[in-house]
């Protein structure tokens, strides 16, 4: 998950022989920056730190991080009708890939928890899922950044489990009808019409896991507020195959338990 762009101009040109879909490709409607991490090799999240110590720091040294695995009879939970999510209907947005993943930038939505209320920043796609529910992990999970004007950051995530009967939410296939246009990291195209009415019901009516962890992505900024559906959205394998393609891998490791020694910490005192 991101909140600002991390920039870096080698990452453009080395991100976009990532990604090769040959005669999927479709023209795009632009360039943006693409991000200077990835999910592999030494830019992966083992070495986020290393990318830039100072700003990074969080990635090795926290101890709230995120994402965690979700154990169902320990987390806490938040009453459905306590949270207030509302993102308006749109004709349309920008629709980003920006190497480590793909993002809508959208700013028209607002969460309220209590007292606090926050506005949208942009929503974002993982696969497969990062958090994981008693170990078992998801097909895709998508986050809905939110911010407020203290600067604190507050999250609502969704799942996504494989669909039986070959049901998707038709939000997504909006979204997703336009992912081979940005098929190469570095580019942006525009989703279609998206309507979240839909997810507004679906939080209403199931639970919401709660606990306060960090970004998954680098700076790895931690006193991030998570809230996340306890029932997944449903997703055909057509759209999941074609997202896939695209996105490839894109998920953090878990991390240790809240309050517990960064897993990276770990590791160096035991070598």
Request: glycine fraction near 8%.
């Amino acid at each position: 998950m991101k909140i600002a762009y991390a920039l870096c101009s080698l990452a453009v040109a080395a991100s976009a022989s990532c990604i090769h879909s040959g005669s999927l490709a479709r023209r795009s409607d632009g360039v943006v920056e693409a991000n200077s991490y990835t999910y592999t090799e030494t830019n992966g999240p083992l070495n986020w730190y290393g990318l830039d110590a100072e700003a990074n720091s969080a990635c090795a040294t926290g101890k709230h991080q995120s994402p965690i695995v979700i154990k169902t009879q320990e987390i806490d939970y938040v009453t459905p009708g306590s949270l207030s999510f509302n993102v308006p209907a749109t004709t349309g947005a920008k629709f980003e890939n920006l190497g480590s993943g793909l993002e809508v930038v959208l700013t028209n939505g607002s969460l309220a928890v209590g007292s606090k209320k926050y506005t949208l920043a942009q929503f974002h796609f993982h696969t497969p899922s990062e958090h994981r529910v008693n170990d078992e992990y998801y097909p895709m999970e998508v986050h809905f950044v939110f911010q407020n004007e203290d600067s604190e950051t507050a999250v609502v995530g969704f799942f996504f489990q494989l669909s039986e009967q070959g049901y998707s939410v038709p939000l997504f296939d909006s979204i997703f009808d336009h992912i081979y246009d940005i098929a190469e990291p570095g580019t942006y195209t525009k989703t279609g019409a998206m309507d979240f009415t839909s997810l507004t019901h679906h939080l209403r009516g199931h639970g919401i896991y709660q606990y306060t962890g960090s970004l998954t992505t680098p700076p790895c900024t931690e006193g991030v507020s998570w809230y996340l559906s306890t029932e997944p959205l449903p997703l055909n394998v057509q759209a999941y195959n074609k997202v896939k393609k695209v996105l490839k891998f894109n998920a953090r490791y878990t991390q240790n338990a809240l309050g517990e020694d960064n897993l990276l910490e770990v590791a160096a005192k035991n070598y």
